[in-house]
């Protein structure tokens, strides 16, 4: 099992940044890459960014150049760097650990973007 604590959510305004951390602990060897996924009210989960092992980055165009994904994997936590954020990037959003053979998620932390 792998177990995920995201932090680091809360209310910020528009075109202002944010950092969100996840820690995972556990059978954390079954992990080869690590992702925050996000969940706007009304809609479906979507993906933001990932990132593998070897420190490969995915995201998602809408939060290219705005966003950055990274690891301390002597910490084994990952890190979403968020600017320039717009309202419509409030959402729910949560850290996944994609392991063999199932993925992981954390409870989820809410980003609100408002004025």
């Known amino acids: 099992q792998v177990q995920l604590v995201e932090s680091g959510g809360g209310l910020v305004q528009p075109g202002g940044s944010l950092r969100l951390s996840c820690a995972a602990s556990?059978?954390?060897?079954?992990?080869?890459?690590m992702g925050w996924y996000r969940q706007p009210p009304g809609k479906q989960r979507e993906l933001v960014a990932t990132i593998t092992n070897g420190g490969r980055d995915n995201y998602a165009d809408s939060v290219k150049g705005r966003f950055t994904i990274s690891r301390d994997n002597a910490r084994n936590t990952v890190y979403l760097q968020m600017s320039g954020l717009k309202p419509e990037d409030a959402a729910v959003y949560y850290c996944c650990a994609h392991g063999t053979p199932v993925d992981y998620w954390g409870k989820g932390i809410l980003v609100t973007v408002s004025s």
């Open positions: 556990g059978t954390i060897w079954l992990i080869y890459a």
